[in-house]
């Protein structure tokens, strides 16, 4: 019979082993990277396209444009520290609603700015 004073031992939470979580980041971080290059060829792109109609980007456009490039770093790095102590399959989801969250922002931006607005 036991009388309450035992302390009984919890078992160890299960933790997901070094090669899999570097495999997770970087496999996951190629997508990330991918988003982040495409966020840094638009701000390019806008800059040939502004020169090339003798005009410039105005300060809401560059804002815009080097926030969609950071915003996959951002989104990386907190899916990746969120997700360090965790099981392969929820750091999984995590990346993924990362890449999520940065494609979802990266349209709504695309949509409620659009190219015309960026230039001044």
């Known amino acids: 019979m036991s009388t309450g004073d035992e302390v009984t031992a919890t078992a160890p939470a299960r933790r997901t082993p070094f090669w899999l979580e570097l495999t997770l ?3 996951f971080g190629l997508f990330f990277a991918y988003d ?3 966020a840094v ?3 390019i792109g806008m800059t040939q396209v502004a020169s090339a109609l003798e005009t410039s980007i105005n300060g809401v456009g ?3 444009l080097i926030a969609a490039a950071v915003l996959p ?3 990386f790095a907190a899916a990746f520290l969120l997700g360090r102590r965790r099981t392969a399959p929820v750091q ?3 990346y993924l609603c990362g890449l999520a969250v940065s494609a979802a922002l990266y349209l709504d931006i695309l949509l409620m700015f659009g190219p015309g ?4």
């Open 41 to 43: 060829g638009n701000l």
């Open 92 to 94: 999984a989801a995590l």
């Open 25 to 27: 980041a970087i496999a």
């Open 36 to 38: 982040a290059w495409e």
């Open 62 to 64: 560059w804002l815009v």
């Open 117 to 120: 607005a960026l230039l001044a």
């Open 73 to 75: 770093v951002v989104l």
